[in-house]
């Protein structure tokens, strides 16, 4: 008979809500989603800018169990995938196990338990800890000089201040990841100019979005099997296209997705002048690859101005580049990404024998198949360092990593041992082999990206994901620390 163990989850976004329903499709009900923020949603909460968009299609960016027949597009919007994950929580039985607005800010092991504390004060003890922190979580606001000075309003992607009217305005975007060209592509025709301000040109695969119509809305909604067939299509087509080619440099997906993106510069460019300041040059897939549509067309609108020349300073009235240029603007969004390396830091975590986070990582995350770390027993991370983040569904990594920690918790509500963890020469084995593969991959064939750690490794699974689900199905006992309590 197994004794009722407490959880706590950290993190109410995609897969914090996730392992809640897991949790209690295998009968635990004594657990707390705890949730720093005023809402659920993770990143789909955060991010609200104009263009919002998944760029996996939404028949995959669904949960396995919960698939969504009223998908209005191929490529559905952010407030229509926060909408599903409010539903599916509700749906669940997970939406009223949240606590908002609290902040894990320390988390130790004492006793053969998890000891919690947030911000405001409230403690908690837990037998497991399943840490769902994400990963796209901490703005980086760039260090450009001036930028308090600025006049205008100033704010980051993921902080949309929706109080500001971009109409007729002058605004200046930095970046040109994915959520920047989503966000000049969605905001052209509003503004009255436009300043495009690139480091570095990006690869763009486009993504031919379409509606779904009533018709085929009412076959999902009819006939199941529809979904399923069209998530099958998806996975060989998009899935599997993806992983198999990103992680060997030298495959077949790569060259077409090179002949793609080159294509679609080329095609949609007209003026040889602008597509060669648009043009990459490294290899396409290298950073992750932005999927779109529209955003070359909205670079060819007189109102938009692609600057390259690199920014200076900020100054009241705008933007100064080391041109001399001084751009005036009323307005500047950073689309300068996230501190993607952080993961639940700053929270302070302490394993087995005082064993901080710090001692464990430095500056380098890592963890045996990105769920477990060595001294910290009964502690499992969802979308942690070196899980597959590249251009496929999050949500069925998610899936398979919570279906594997809870296989590990399975030994200790068995009775088999109290604590478990992976051991340190396992989690040592994992990440040599890890950092070996790594170099047949596209990300380390020349670029600058968010994948990189600190040591220039990217924090990604260089295996495909097929791969990945046989890793997760079954775990190796040999490699796990299982104690038992004396
Ligand atoms: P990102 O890909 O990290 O891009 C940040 C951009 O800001 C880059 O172009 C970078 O230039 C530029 N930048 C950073 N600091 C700068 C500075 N000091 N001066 C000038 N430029 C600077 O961030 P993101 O676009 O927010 O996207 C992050 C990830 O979120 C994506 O890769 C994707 O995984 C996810 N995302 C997904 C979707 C989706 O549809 N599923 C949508 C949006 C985002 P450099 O290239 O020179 O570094």
Redesign the pocket.
């Known amino acids: 008979m197994n004794r009722e163990h407490r959880v706590v989850v950290i993190g109410a976004g995609m897969s914090g809500l996730l392992a809640g329903i897991r949790l209690r499709d295998v009968g635990i009900e004594d657990f707390t989603i705890y949730e720093k923020a005023d809402d659920i949603g993770g990143t789909w909460r955060d991010?609200t800018y104009p263009g919002?968009?998944?760029?996996?299609p939404s028949h995959v960016y669904s949960y396995s169990f919960a698939p969504n027949p009223e998908w209005s597009q191929r490529?559905s919007p952010g407030p229509e995938i926060h909408a599903y994950l409010e539903q599916t929580a509700k749906k669940f039985g997970v939406y009223d196990r949240v606590q908002l607005g609290k902040d894990v800010t320390r988390c130790e092991w004492a006793d053969g338990q998890w000891h919690l504390e947030t911000a405001d004060g409230t403690t908690d003890r837990a037998d497991f800890v399943i840490c769902a922190t994400g990963v796209?979580v901490k703005p980086?606001i760039?260090?450009?000089p001036g930028l308090d000075d600025f006049q205008g309003d100033v704010f980051h992607?993921?902080r949309w201040d929706h109080d500001v009217s971009l109409a007729g305005k002058r605004v200046g975007v930095?970046?040109?990841?994915?959520?920047?060209?989503?966000i000049v592509t969605a905001v052209i025709e509003e503004v009255s100019e436009l300043s495009l301000?690139?480091?570095?040109a990006?690869w763009i695969m486009p993504g031919a979005n379409q509606d779904y119509s009533e018709a085929e809305r009412e076959s999902f909604r009819t006939d199941a099997d529809a979904i399923t067939a069209l998530r099958v299509e998806l996975d060989r087509s998009f899935t599997m296209q993806f992983s198999d080619a990103l992680t060997d440099e030298s495959s077949a997906g790569v060259k077409m997705i090179e002949d793609r993106c080159r294509e679609h510069l080329e095609g949609k460019v007209l003026d040889p002048v602008l597509r060669e300041r648009l043009r990459p040059d490294y290899r396409a897939a290298c950073?992750?690859l932005?999927?779109a549509d529209g955003f070359y067309e909205a670079m060819q609108q007189p109102n938009a101005s692609l600057v390259t020349d690199a920014?200076d300073r900020f100054e009241p009235h705008g933007v100064r580049t080391r041109d001399g240029k001084l751009h005036e603007l009323d307005v500047v969004v950073l689309?300068?990404?996230?501190h993607a390396h952080d993961f639940m830091r700053p929270m302070n975590l302490t394993g087995r024998n005082g064993r901080t986070l710090d001692d464990a990582w430095g500056d380098t995350p890592r963890a045996y198949r990105s769920i477990s770390m060595p001294d910290f027993p009964n502690f499992f991370m969802i979308v942690g360092p070196h899980s597959p983040?590249g251009n496929f569904s999050l949500i069925e990594i998610s899936e398979l990593q919570v279906d594997f920690a809870l296989q590990l918790m399975e030994r200790v509500r068995s009775g088999a041992c109290s604590e478990i963890c992976a051991t340190a020469a396992a989690t040592t084995g994992f990440n040599q082999s890890i950092q070996e593969a790594m170099k047949d991959t596209i990300w380390v064939t020349g670029c600058?990206?968010?994948y990189l750690d600190a040591n220039g490794v990217p924090a990604t699974w260089p295996w495909s994901v097929q791969r990945f689900r046989d890793t997760m199905a079954t775990p190796i006992w040999g490699d796990f620390e299982q104690v038992s309590a004396t």
Not at 52 to 56: I, M, Q, S
Not at 197 to 200: H, L, P, Y
């Open positions: 991010n919002l968009a998944c760029d996996v490529f796209l980086r760039p260090e450009i992607s993921a930095v970046g040109t990841g994915s959520t920047a060209v989503q301000f690139q480091r570095t990006q950073k992750r932005v999927v920014i689309a300068t990404g996230f983040i600058q990206s968010w």
